[in-house]
C-alpha cells in the first residue's frame, strides 16, 4: 500500500525523468513520512538511483509556511518514539562533520525542505554519496526525518534544526 501512495503522490516514476536531466535508474526506495506527536508534517520521498547516489523527490505538507525546514537521513528505522528520537543520529559511516552539500558532511545531511505560503514543499535534488541496497552509504532500513526549524549546516552535529516533526523508514519500492 505504502509503495501505491508512493507512486500515486509523486507522480510515480515519471516524475524523475524529464526533470532537469535528472534520471534515475536501478533499485529504489520510497518513505511514507508521518508526523509524529503533536505535529501535521507528512509526505511522501522517493528515491532513485544515479551515476553519483540518489536521486529524492520529496512532497511534505503540514510544514510552517514560508519556512525552510532541516531534513535528514538518521542512523536507524525506528519511528516508534512518539518525538521520533528512536531513529538516532544523522547516518554518518564515513564520520564527517555536519554540514551543507557542496562541503563536507554527513551521508544523511540532505538539502532543506523549503516550504511555500500553504505549508507544503516539493523537493527534487540529486545527492551525492548515498546507495540503495549496496556498500556503507546504503540507505535502506534507515530514518528520514523532517525538523521544525531551518537547518545551519554549521552546528555539530545536528544543524540546530529542532524537533522532529515527520518520520519515515526508507524502504525498497519496486517499478
Do not use: W
Not at 510544514?63 to 532541516?70: A, M, Y
Amino acid at each position: 500500500m505504502a509503495v501505491a501512495a508512493a507512486t500515486a503522490l509523486l507522480g510515480g516514476c515519471g516524475a524523475m525523468h524529464g526533470h532537469g536531466g535528472m534520471h534515475g535508474s536501478g533499485p529504489m526506495a520510497h518513505a511514507a513520512l508521518q508526523p509524529t506527536q503533536g505535529n501535521t508534517a507528512k509526505g511522501m520521498a522517493m528515491f532513485h538511483t544515479s551515476a553519483n547516489g540518489v536521486i529524492l523527490h520529496a512532497r511534505v505538507s503540514g510544514l510552517k509556511p514560508n519556512q525552510e525546514h532541516g531534513f535528514h537521513i538518521h542512523e536507524k528505522g525506528d519511528c516508534s518514539a512518539p518525538d521520533g528520537t528512536s531513529t538516532g543520529g544523522h547516518f554518518n559511516p564515513a564520520g564527517k562533520p555536519h554540514g551543507p552539500q557542496h562541503a563536507d558532511h554527513h551521508a544523511g545531511d540532505l538539502p532543506a525542505l523549503k516550504a511555500d505560503a500553504n505549508g507544503n514543499a516539493d523537493l527534487r535534488v540529486e545527492v551525492h554519496g548515498l546507495a540503495i541496497g549496496q556498500g556503507p552509504a546504503d540507505i535502506l532500513g534507515r530514518g528520514l526525518i523532517v525538523h521544525a526549524q531551518p537547518d545551519d549546516y554549521k552546528t555539530q552535529p545536528t544543524g540546530n534544526a529542532g524537533a522532529r516533526i515527520a518520520c519515515a523508514v526508507i524502504q525498497r519500492a519496486t517499478h
